[in-house]
């Protein structure tokens, strides 16, 4: 468990970004991993109160509050509407519905763990990320960019026309995955984001290579197999729709 | 530091480390229903309401309950003795540890949900973990709660 000397409630975008600039400060999301850590740090920066947990839609996009939980993704109507039903088959099994409504969008984006089904969804959407001293950019730059100490404001993704499938594999139900892929279709043609390679999720074209590794989920020639068969399964739908 | 909030519909004002959890932190006030599992976020056994969603107290900061209103199975004994009458019934409480989790989510399915389908209470458990049973139990005693409820 992780343990600090103070918590604020950021009054603030500024005030939280000043104060995170330290490197013994941390910032918190839905702190669902982040409590699993033992490091010690002097100040916690909690963002609960900068309005940041809205989901608005605007005429091109949505744009969504860093604080936004996995829930208020999951059943957000206007989503279903653009996306069918995408963010309910990646998100469905995060752990459950109590976990669900405490981590966000933020959180899983900052962090940018491997085998986050969140990245893995968000990626071929694309899909921005504005930060409060860096400001927008795409979120595939984000996730290749080295990392830098700032604060993550909003998360934006266009309405486009498109077909969208999510698929994982997992041991059990409510796992890590072993494997996960987002596809989309578009005028262009298809997009695949892999994710849990176990590396962190990554855009490519369906003719492109990927890497794979292995770890105690699973072995890299396991994770090329299944990417394989996933691949063409999905694709097969998505052209009979 | 100081902390106001709700606990089953009571203003509480108290002192807390600023990284205790809000585990702890309803621990610390005699509310034992909320128990000590696995505190990494994947039991369910910490399960509370906060603003009326289920949510693990194991992973919410006390300080971030700020101005907030908790619920824990002390202040749903109605309901709590309703559900929990239809588990035992079907035998899927054997040492119990997990029901008040089990409990708590079914509390918050139902008040969203009033008819869900199997599948939708499968998911909505899926984030409560029984280390007796086989959930067979548990889920035999949701769908008849759901039918006894709705009248069938």
């Known amino acids: 468990m992780i343990s600090f000397e103070k918590y604020v409630r950021a009054e603030s975008l500024q005030q939280a970004y000043e104060l995170y600039q330290p490197i013994k400060n941390v910032v918190g999301g839905g702190m669902m991993w982040l409590h699993l850590s033992n490091a010690e740090y002097d100040t916690f920066i909690d963002l609960c109160d900068l309005g940041l947990n809205e989901i608005e839609e605007e005429e091109d996009y949505f744009k969504i509050g860093s604080m936004v939980t996995l829930s208020q993704l999951e059943r957000n109507e206007s989503f279903k509407e653009y996306f069918g039903s995408a963010f309910e088959d990646a998100l469905k099994h995060i752990v459950g519905v109590q976990f669900r409504n405490c981590a966000t969008v933020g959180g899983s984006i900052c962090a940018r763990l491997g085998f986050s089904d969140v990245i893995t969804l968000l990626l071929p959407l694309e899909t921005e990320v504005e930060f409060f001293n860096r400001g927008r950019m795409s979120l595939e730059k984000f996730l290749t960019a080295p990392n830098k100490r700032d604060i993550l404001k909003y998360i934006y993704i266009p309405k486009k026309k498109r077909i969208i499938r999510y698929e994982s594999v997992r041991k059990t139900y409510t796992d890590i995955p072993v494997l996960a892929i987002c596809a989309v279709k578009n005028d262009d043609g298809y997009l695949f984001s892999v994710g849990c390679r176990p590396a962190i999720a990554k855009l490519i074209k369906p003719e492109e290579e990927v890497t794979f590794g292995s770890n105690q989920r699973g072995s890299k020639e396991y994770r090329q197999h299944l990417y394989s068969v996933l691949k063409e399964r999905m694709m097969k739908e998505m052209e009979e729709e | ?152």
């Open chain 2, 1 to 152: 530091m100081q902390i106001n909030l709700r606990i089953n519909h009571e203003n509480i004002r108290a002192e807390i480390d600023p990284d205790m959890t809000l585990q702890k932190f309803l621990r610390s006030q005699k509310y034992f229903s909320v128990k000590c599992g696995c505190e990494t976020s994947n039991c369910g056994a910490c399960s509370i309401l906060l603003d009326g969603k289920p949510v693990l107290s194991c992973s919410v900061l006390a300080a971030r309950a700020e101005g907030h209103e908790i619920e824990t199975l002390e202040g749903l004994q109605k309901e709590a003795e309703e559900i929990g009458g239809f588990i035992a019934d079907e035998g899927a409480d054997q040492c119990g540890f997990c029901n008040p989790g089990y409990i708590i989510t079914a509390i918050a399915l139902f008040k969203e949900n009033p008819d869900p389908s199997d599948e939708e209470i499968k998911i909505w458990l899926s984030g409560n973990l029984c280390r007796c049973t086989g959930y067979e139990g548990q889920m035999r005693g949701f769908i008849k709660y759901r039918e006894w409820r709705n009248g069938r």
